[in-house]
């Protein structure tokens, strides 16, 4: 059983009222590593950035990452971009729903889509193992960021990222072009794009991939077998829950020597 097609059902199912889909979000800032990592970047920038700044969430999908910065910064205008358009329309009707008025959606590709030095900050979540063109989409996003403007990834790594272990094992994760990125291989070709002070250290260290199995794959291989799940679901939560949150701490805290994620900051 695939990911994504588990995490659309879901997806669904919470976003019948904006309540369950603010809830929806909740759980997945909790459950997902990446959230922990990301947030902690975004709030960092946020420290150090107190004007009207521009933001763009490259790869916007199901709208968790534009909803905490625009909930969080509601001085700044945040563009969100996406290549389906169901996900821009869904998340557009949501966002008006509950009245966050910073926030702009937009159908696009990320390999034409340009706006010269308008952005401060481009954050891009994982977005880029999905296009065969990324270093054409680095010198868009390179393109469209005003001069000391930063760029933040998140991004599977080569070190087993997509949950692949080897040559000939296929993504639990669908629709991915590639299985990871290398330290030195990401940071060659973000320099080919012209970024510079380009920073890249390793997320999903041993604490992670103990939480991604417990929080994401196990129960979802679980629901793929059987609807049953659907109902111990809450039951199984109750007793990892504890666990994985100790876990995701330890994740982000900690200095990892090698991991199945990247977290990619670079300036302009």
């Not at 590593?33 to 150090?48: C, D, F, I, P």
């Not at 998340?91 to 340009?114: A, M, Q, R, S």
Request: proline share 3%.
């Amino acid at each position: 059983m695939k990911y994504d097609p588990i995490k659309r059902g879901l997806g669904k199912f919470f976003n019948r009222k904006p309540l369950l889909r603010k809830l929806f979000y909740r759980l997945l800032d909790l459950l997902l590593l990446r959230a922990w990592h990301v947030k902690r970047e975004l709030k960092l920038w946020g420290r150090n950035h107190k004007g009207k700044n521009k933001v763009l969430d490259a790869g916007s999908g199901f709208g968790q990452y534009t909803y905490f910065m625009a909930s969080r910064w509601k001085h700044r205008e945040i563009n969100a971009i996406d290549v389906k358009e169901d996900q821009i329309e869904d998340c557009t009707h949501f966002f008006e729903k509950i009245g966050l008025k910073n926030v702009i959606f937009e159908l696009g590709d990320l390999t034409g889509y340009v706006r010269d030095g308008y952005y401060d900050l481009i954050l891009s979540v994982d977005v880029m193992e999905h296009i065969l063109e990324d270093v054409e989409v680095f010198k868009n996003f390179y393109r469209s960021m005003s001069a000391g403007g930063k760029l933040i990834i998140s991004t599977p790594s080569d070190q087993g990222g997509s949950d692949v272990h080897d040559h000939e094992e296929d993504s639990f994760i669908d629709e991915h072009v590639r299985d990871g990125y290398g330290i030195d291989e990401i940071k060659e070709k973000l320099t080919e794009a012209g970024f510079s002070d380009i920073h890249a250290r390793y997320s999903y260290g041993w604490p992670g991939k103990i939480s991604w199995k417990l929080s994401m794959k196990f129960p979802i291989l679980a629901l793929g077998k059987s609807k049953l799940f659907y109902i111990l679901l809450p039951i199984y939560y109750l007793v990892t829950f504890p666990f994985c949150m100790v876990l995701n701490f330890l994740d982000v805290r900690l200095k990892h020597q090698t991991g199945t994620g990247l977290i990619v900051n670079a300036l302009k």
